[in-house]
């Protein structure tokens, strides 16, 4: 039977507990490197998002490198909300320097000598007055070409990154591993829901060949009439196809979990491909131990989607 084949295939992952990287998500990494030059610090954290969005919070001067550090991110990361923190501090001769306006000072001191002078007022003028004032000292950056710079922040880029997939694969592997236990238990489900379904049929045929018996009073029974009704009810509670159906979404759903490639927003189709067949099967099987499965099965299938959320 195919369900048999599904629960091949899910246990084969529980054993081999998964070979392929599935990565979460979220995630932090930090890289820092310095040179005579420059030193630079990135910061990345990631968590959830439908698609791949980076926010960069760095330096203005960096702003025409922007396209590019973008560049960098998005081969390695697929899904996920990722902001980038970038610090940058000159050394050596490239370091800011702080410069005095003497000519905006002596205004400033010629005019507070005037106003003291005018209105009598009490004290001296100080130097910790100017430093209050606006535009007396001025920090300066040494002007670089930041295309020098590229090299330096793209290899402390890959740095960040390193730390931050590492934290991605450890969560995706452990999240990958609960999704086969359920997997597994909802193939195992499914199995029972299959067993059931002809056990119903007859279930319903005694069921009315009881009625028939207790209607008619001679308790003579047409056979064909209670076949022509049982076959009906057969036809109409017939749940095969959404068996096919799950078996083949479980397997589908094994295939993902072996594969290098990004694959949250397929599983997640899956998710709510499965619900709709296990829903079909509810309404159309009139049965409590089926009811009872499919409402195990759905508990599962939610379990999982709330793990597969945070999947890339």
């Not at 084969?12 to 932090?28: D, H, N, R, Y």
């Not at 920090?139 to 670089?144: A, W, Y």
């Not at 009439?225 to 076959?231: A, C, K, P, S, T």
């Amino acid at each position: 039977m195919f369900v048999t084949g599904v629960n091949t295939k899910v246990n084969t992952l529980c054993a081999l507990g998964g070979e392929k990287l599935i990565k979460s998500m979220t995630g932090f990494g930090r890289g820092e490197i310095n040179n005579e030059k420059v030193k630079i610090n990135v910061e990345m954290k990631s968590v959830n998002h439908r698609y791949c969005e980076i926010v960069l919070r760095m330096p203005r001067l960096l702003n025409v490198l922007e396209d590019r550090i973008k560049r960098v991110i998005q081969k390695r990361i697929a899904r996920g909300r990722v902001e980038v923190y970038i610090k940058i501090e000159l050394c050596g001769e490239n370091r800011a320097l702080v410069r005095a306006d003497g000519e905006l000072a002596a205004s400033y001191l010629k005019a507070l000598t005037e106003l003291n002078s005018k209105f009598n007022l009490p004290g001296e003028i100080k130097i910790s007055k100017l430093l209050q004032l606006p535009g007396v000292f001025n920090l300066e950056e040494p002007e670089e070409d930041v295309e020098l710079w590229w090299p330096t922040l793209e290899s402390t880029l890959h740095h960040a990154l390193d730390g931050l997939m590492q934290m991605r694969i450890k969560e995706g592997k452990q999240l990958s591993e609960d999704v086969v236990v359920r997997a597994k238990r909802i193939s195992e489900m499914v199995a029972q829901i299959e067993r059931r379904s002809p056990v119903v049929v007859e279930e319903y045929r005694e069921r009315l060949k009881q009625r028939l018996k207790d209607i008619l009073e001679q308790g003579n029974l047409d056979p064909s009439r209670l076949e022509g009704e049982v076959v009906i009810f057969a036809e109409r509670s017939s749940i095969t196809e959404e068996i096919v159906r799950l078996g083949s979404h479980l397997t589908q759903l094994a295939g993902c979990l072996n594969s290098d490639e990004s694959v949250g927003r397929k599983m997640d189709f899956l998710l709510q491909e499965m619900n709709r067949e296990i829903n079909t099967i509810a309404s159309k099987a009139s049965d409590l131990t089926i009811n009872s499965l499919v409402v195990e099965v759905k508990s599962e299938l939610e379990k999982i989607r709330e793990q597969i959320q945070n999947m890339e």
